[in-house]
């Protein structure tokens, strides 16, 4: 993969008083942020090593630019369509910010020497933009000089051990900069490269998108679990919990919550099929399939008001919150899958089920911009 230094916009720190604040309202008015001074161009072209600690944990990536052709040849493996009306407003926006305001997330197989090298940079250096985000999440930016021994050794092991980058998140981005650079192109205009934010397998936590159902009037919590009992085995829980195990989930009705196991069936009707999208068998995408469309009446889980996803990282409590006590919703929460998982179905040429995985870390709007 070939990666590049690239000429960022940072937060000017001096005149944040609220990081929370403050990344939560730039994606809509980063113009008028630019305008008042609270973004400065750094003086030099680089890479920069960014480290997010959060909570009780700590996640370690490199910012950098690509050649965004390295998305439209393949190079940049995508898990999930994208919506024309989606790519549409995008580009809306990065024509009007003049920017892109966050970088694309990306992962790829860990590799030894580039993890090594991440972390002696950050155990030899002092970040040279820290951001304190609330109580317990530090945002840290350590410089990749351009023509550094350091840049040197990031795009040379770049170059010879990573022969594909995935996309963990920003699938629309990817697909809206390379319609802005066919438009650049067409007009003889310099094209822009792909801001992204490469973590290792090693790095990223995948967890899975949870969902929030409305109950039609005429299904009666007793007739979904009947209904789910053809599907899955069901066991009460004493009091609710996150699905164990992969195949498992667990549903929240009302005060009650119960522990789901796919039936063997389900799987079996899967190993007799010739088409090898279905010996995948993720649980989202049995869920979409078995239980979404069927029971609920929803064929497109992406698009359809009755159904909401909570991600991962809000824990038991997120999903809690959105149904308990509320006779009109019901809960699935699901269990996420490993990045080597992703991997091996999008090597395989095939799309990850909608709303499958949530990916950590997520960068902020505004912590490291490229204006265009």
Sequence with gaps: MIIDSFSPVLPNTALVASADAFFSVVKHDYLNYRKRGMFLEHPEKCMLVYRL???????????????????????????????????????QLLVLREAVVKPVLLTYPAVSSIDEKLQEVVDTQSPFLSIEDGESI????????????????????FAKTVDALYIADGHHRCSTLALYNREQKAKGEMEIPL????????????????????????????????????????????????????????LLVGDESFSLKWREKVFAARESSDNPKDKIA??????????????????????????????GNKGLRGMLDR??????????????????????????????????????????NGLVVLEV
């Design 53 to 91: 600690r959060e909570n009780d944990s700590t996640y370690l990536g490199l910012i950098t630019g690509l050649p965004g052709e390295q998305y439209t040849s393949g190079k940049i493996k995508k898990h999930e369509g994208t919506l024309a009306a989606s790519e549409q407003q995008q580009l």
């Design 138 to 157: 530090c945002h840290e930016l350590f410089e990749i000089n351009q023509g550094s021994e350091a840049e040197e050794f990031f795009k040379s092991a």
């Design 195 to 250: 801001l992204a934010a490469l973590f290792s397998s090693k790095e990223v936590n995948v967890q899975a998108f949870h969902r929030s159902i409305h109950l039609p009037v005429d299904l009666s919590p007793l007739a979904l679990i009947a209904k789910l009992s053809d599907l899955c085995e069901i066991t009460p829980l004493s009091e609710p919990q996150l699905p164990q195990a992969r195949h498992e989930m667990t």
């Design 282 to 311: 993720l649980d989202a995408g049995l869920f979409n399939e078995l239980i979404a469309a069927p029971i609920f009446g929803i064929a497109d889980v992406r698009t359809d008001e009755r159904i909401s996803y909570i991600p």
């Design 323 to 364: 149904v308990q006590r509320r006779t009109d919703r019901v809960g699935f929460m699901l269990y996420g899958i490993e990045a080597e998982d992703l991997f091996d179905i999008v090597d395989a040429g095939l799309i990850m089920p909608p709303k499958s995985t949530w990916f950590e870390p997520r960068l902020r």
